[in-house]
């Protein structure tokens, strides 16, 4: 993931991303991804926070949860589940990991997937290589 900037990211989970950091906020969307998320526009007491704010001090810790509130108060964010990003990412490290030996049948394993998906991305990322080192023919 070391690769990734928050502009690669989801809009709604930039704002996140560049206080907590990229891993961690791509494990964030990947357990609560799909969700609605409510910043209340005022507290005062954290018997004041709803159930979404609770839940990101837990993840986040009491500091970063405070600078997520104090950027997004009084809003709501839909909170992606960036199933595309982590799909991408899944293809990419299988690539490396085909490339450096690994046998497909252990990354299908490894990875909950098909043998066929193996092949099919190594396939697609073929393709996608050739594709950008093509020159215009016309």
Not at 36 to 42: D, E, G, R
Not at 54 to 69: H, P
Not at 111 to 131: C, D, F, L, P, S
Request: proline content about 2%; hydrophobic content about 40%; charged content about 30%.
């Amino acid at each position: 993931m070391s690769d990734i900037q928050v502009s690669d990211l989801p809009d709604e989970l930039q704002p996140i991303a560049r206080i907590v950091g990229i891993e961690k906020a791509m494990r964030y969307a990947k357990l609560f991804g799909g969700v609605t998320i409510i910043i209340l526009a005022s507290w005062n007491d954290t018997d004041d926070w709803n159930d979404d704010m609770n839940d990101m001090v837990q993840f986040f810790g009491q500091k970063n949860a405070l600078k997520i509130f104090s950027e997004m108060k009084g809003g709501y964010v839909v909170l992606p589940n960036c199933k595309k990003l982590f799909a991408k990412l899944m293809a990419k490290e299988i690539k490396l990991a085909r490339m450096d030996g690994n046998k497909v049948k252990e990354l299908a394993r490894k990875y909950g997937i098909h043998q066929r998906r193996i092949h099919q991305i190594m396939n697609t990322t073929h393709v996608e290589e050739a594709k950008s080192r093509q020159t215009g023919l016309f």
